[in-house]
């Protein structure tokens, strides 16, 4: 069974509650990494300017303390995260997508902001981005 490493177990700490509930259950059955949780103003900002965030600090979800946010990626033993296998992203997500909503948990990912199902509507990708829509469960 796969589990986090201490980098990315420290990164998920930085998250809220249920992000990591949910990620400590999605990597159980599919091997990941957490490329990050909370960010600090400068990292923000560095990723504004980089084009790879659409907001500056402190709008991101990603900026709060516990982070409303998380950048996860799949990872495959040898090869690390499949950066230019994008269908690998496509394919992880809907396994996080599904466990969150076994879990309760409304999530939103950065390959279908509006959550209409279509992937190929989005401005802005960001395939490794999750983010939660409600600090609480769906009952």
Request: with cysteine; aromatic share 10%; charged share 30%.
């Amino acid at each position: 069974m796969p589990e986090f490493s201490l980098k990315s177990n420290d990164k998920l700490n930085t998250c809220h509650p249920l992000l990591q509930e949910l990620f400590r259950e999605v990597v159980k059955d599919d091997d990941c990494t957490i490329i990050e949780g909370h960010r600090a103003k400068a990292r923000q900002n560095q990723m504004f300017s980089e084009r790879k965030s659409k907001v500056q600090w402190p709008d991101g979800k990603h900026n709060t303390m516990p982070s409303l946010a998380v950048d996860v990626g799949p990872y495959f033993s040898g090869k690390g995260v499949p950066w230019h296998e994008l269908g690998q992203f496509y394919f992880f997500a809907g396994k996080v997508i599904g466990k969150a909503r076994e879990l309760g948990i409304k999530l939103r990912w950065g390959g279908d902001w509006d959550r209409d199902g279509d992937t190929m509507d989005q401005r802005f990708n960001d395939l490794v981005h999750f983010e939660l829509l409600s600090t609480e469960k769906e009952t």
